[in-house]
């Protein structure tokens, strides 16, 4: 079989990314009003692999000059004190409620895709 890795790695984190932002535009769904909705960066931000690798995009995809993505870098890139603040918060185990397990346990893959059947 004959076939281009390169451009299937491509075509895959393409499909991965289509996911990704799909997942979080239903998690949007859930922040109140007024406050900043989540986004997943454009997929040509701060690659280190794939066709994009290494060249100075920004978060929505625009082309960068040198100096200005290294400034944008610092913009956008957790700090040191964000990522400290980050574990500090993972040590403790009640850093994320418990979810209970529901009565009928096919209750969430109901109400999340109901009427996304087929109808051929």
């Not at 060249?55 to 964000?82: A, F, I, N, R, W």
Request: hydrophobic letters at 35%.
């Amino acid at each position: 079989m004959d076939f281009n890795r390169k451009e299937l790695n491509h075509h895959n984190r393409d499909l991965y990314h289509a996911e990704v932002t799909d997942l979080v535009n239903r998690l949007n769904k859930f922040v109140a009003e007024g406050q900043p909705l989540l986004y997943v960066p454009d997929i040509k931000f701060h690659r280190a692999i794939g066709r994009w690798a290494n060249q100075p995009y920004s978060v929505t995809g625009e082309l960068l000059s040198e100096e200005e993505y290294q400034k944008h870098l610092q913009e956008v890139l957790p700090t040191e004190k964000d990522l400290a603040i980050v574990a500090d918060i993972f040590k403790d185990p009640d850093w994320i409620q418990e979810k209970k397990i529901p009565n009928d346990p096919w209750a969430y893959q109901k109400a999340t895709h109901a009427g996304t059947h087929n109808k051929a």
